[in-house]
């Protein structure tokens, strides 16, 4: 096995792992390949390796990959940061977007998607305790921006996503996870909403544990980031470690 083949193993085990360990059934969590700061090839062969679900943080990058991507079936997530003029790119090329933490946003992507697909995939952004950055909206207003963004035509509402600051104690990890879980529960009667989008290579099992639909996992699958000579300007983005 070469090393990417098996770390994309190790994580599907340690997937498996925790989601049999938190009394739920296997692949109830579906694993997202974080690839921003990889390149096309590296992709390709997780595409080979099975992965079809991968989450990009940078516009332009992704658009370059998706591009020489094209022929394959993958399911694109927007993860990262979203500028309201950059948000007509967005509503044409992914599948899913999870940062969405204000109307307007939701607004534009709502009025750019093209009527030849289907709605997109909305997750909000919610700041929940601990959150490592000022995206989000805040825990108290999450309800009301949910109800106005399900009525939305264009958008498919599915859930709530954070990303609670880096910790260490396993035990501590799981009060922000717990806590977006309780945010959705009411959500998820009223709305239909079915998703938990949480859990990072530190924070995976703690993420399972509370009911995570989605996980997000870079480093664990693709090795380090090197942010290269671009470093300043990409680690302007959130939750890079
Ligand atoms: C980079 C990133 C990830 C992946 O983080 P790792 O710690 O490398 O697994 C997940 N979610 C978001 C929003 C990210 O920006």
């Known amino acids: 096995m070469n090393p990417l083949e098996q770390r994309l193993a190790a994580v599907k085990s340690r997937l498996l792992a925790a989601e049999l360990a938190a009394g739920r059934r296997a692949g109830d969590a579906r694993l997202v390949a974080v690839s921003k700061t990889h390149p096309a090839e590296t992709l390709a062969a ?12 940078y516009l332009q990058e992704a658009l370059d990959k998706q591009a020489r991507l094209g022929h394959c079936d993958i ?10 003029n950059k948000t007509r ?8 977007v999870h940062s969405v933490d204000r109307l307007k946003i939701a607004q534009r992507l709502s009025e750019q998607r093209p009527a030849y697909l289907p709605p997109l995939n909305v ?4 700041n929940v ?10 825990p108290g207003e999450a309800a009301e921006l949910a109800a106005a963004v399900a009525a939305l035509p264009r958008l498919r509402l599915r859930g709530l996503m954070a990303i609670p600051a880096p910790c260490d104690d396993p035990h501590q ?4 996870f717990a806590q977006l879980r309780t945010l959705l529960q009411p959500l998820q009667a009223s709305l239909g909403l079915d998703t938990l989008s949480m859990g990072m290579t530190d924070d995976l099992e703690a993420a399972v544990q509370e009911g995570a639909t989605l996980v997000r996992i870079g480093t ?9 000579k671009d470093g300043g300007d990409a680690a302007g983005g959130q939750a890079l470690r």
């Open 75 to 84: 399911t694109w997530h927007f993860i990262g940061p979203i500028q309201s």
């Open 123 to 126: 997750c909000l952004q919610v």
């Open 46 to 57: 997780a595409y080979r390796l099975g992965q079809r679900h991968f989450g990009e943080n």
């Open 173 to 176: 990890q799981r009060r922000p």
């Open 89 to 96: 790119p967005i509503a044409q090329h992914f599948h899913w």
């Open 129 to 138: 305790s601990g959150e490592d950055s000022k995206s989000g909206v805040s």
């Open 220 to 228: 664990a699958i693709f090795g380090r980031r090197d942010y290269g």
